[in-house]
């Protein structure tokens, strides 16, 4: 777990704690508050205050997040107002457990599944309350211009540097902060050669009949015609499930020069590709295994890279699809790459949709939904 950065400050009736947690799924936290005890968890965040006044839980607190900032603002009514609380800028002794104390805890399985226990049976594992939390301390600006960029327009930085040991399941490179795009090229295809089978291409490569199966499946892009500036009737329709993922989007504006967002687009054909093989090897029928594929087949995702031209895009999935996925045969390559072609000869809506579906496939894989904001 880790701990946030925060800070508080009071008026007369309210206390307000500021956490910054970035990287996390705004719809998924958790408050804890009784007396002097706070407590917060945000995956993989998770702060616990022993304050020197009473708070209290009566319907009249209120959060907002800030998503530019990654800002949890929480305003806590006291249970006694005009009290004054001493000591709120002591921020490592409201860090410090005071004793062992019990706590329910903020997630409670309502399943009606019993527990387990004695005999062979098994009991559910308690969440450790007293965890230790170090104040958290912001890099220098001489620490951070030593930073490596990646993702979007290469204008992130910092990202993994504290996330590394969440996100590690997420994507390949080691000390992205520490690495530079030609450290993690270089990285990616020694990766790839280590992976690459012989025995299991050659399977596919002769016994092919499931592959067979597969190229012929017909996915949802190869309806839709061709984008003509006077079509007046959409062939795209967004289901309501695809509409809020959408809105979940910011709308933001990058000041790129051209060289960063042509390897902006690359990195949208990294990985529409990826998810064109994905919907294709399971014949539209997403499973527990869509996230992995999407990510592992694209470069952007899985090894922070930045592409410099469409064919290092091309040759770096093709050589991906035939090295980590179940089914590792070159036609699926030139499949999903027509594939992917169709989505973009077609409206722009489409490339939305295939876009958000991406997301969707791929980011209950990460750990957090801005996981894809800081690789791309």
């Not at 997630?107 to 170090?134: A, H, M, N, R, T």
């Amino acid at each position: 777990m880790i701990t946030p950065a925060f800070d508080l400050r009071q008026d007369p009736d309210h206390l307000t704690i500021c956490i910054r947690a970035p990287y996390t799924r705004t719809s998924e936290f958790d408050l804890f508050i009784d007396g002097t005890d706070f407590k917060f968890y945000a995956k993989p965040y998770f702060l616990r205050l022993s304050l020197p006044g009473r708070i209290l839980e009566d319907g009249r607190e209120k959060a907002t997040f800030d998503l530019d900032k990654g800002v949890f603002t929480l305003k806590i009514p006291k249970e006694t107002p005009g009290e004054h609380f001493e000591g709120l800028q002591m921020l490592t002794s409201l860090l410090a457990p005071k004793g062992s104390r019990s706590a329910k805890p903020l997630v409670e399985d309502v399943s009606g599944g019993s527990e387990i226990s004695g005999d062979g049976e098994e009991e559910e594992e308690e969440f450790d309350w007293q965890l230790e939390q170090e104040v958290y301390t912001d890099r220098s600006e001489e620490e951070q211009r030593t930073l490596q960029k990646y993702g979007f327009g290469n204008q992130r930085s910092g990202v993994f540097s504290r996330l590394q040991e969440e996100l590690s399941d997420v994507i390949d490179v080691k000390n992205p902060d520490g690495t530079s795009a030609s450290e993690r090229r270089q990285a990616r295809l020694e990766a790839e050669a280590l992976a690459f089978s012989s025995d299991h291409y050659l399977a596919d490569l002769f016994e092919d009949d499931e592959i067979n199966r597969l190229l012929k499946f017909t996915p949802w892009w190869s309806k839709l015609s061709p984008s003509t500036e006077q079509e007046e009737e959409s062939d795209v329709s967004f289901s309501d499930e695809e509409k809020e993922q959408l809105r979940k989007f910011t709308n933001r504006s990058y000041l790129l020069d051209k060289t960063s967002r042509y390897q902006a687009w690359l990195s949208l054909v990294d990985i529409l590709l990826a998810y064109s093989y994905e919907v294709r090897s399971t014949e539209g029928e997403h499973n527990v295994e869509s996230p992995w594929t999407v990510r592992k087949l694209s470069g952007t995702l899985c090894w922070l890279e930045t592409y410099s031209c469409l064919l290092d895009v091309l040759v770096s999935f093709g050589r991906r699809v035939l090295c980590y996925p179940l089914y590792r045969h070159f036609a699926l390559v030139t499949s999903a790459i027509s594939d992917t072609v169709k989505i973009f000869q077609s409206e722009q809506k489409s490339v939305q949709q295939s876009g958000a579906s991406a997301f969707k496939v791929a980011v209950p894989f990460c750990l957090m939904d801005a996981a894809f904001m800081g690789t791309v």
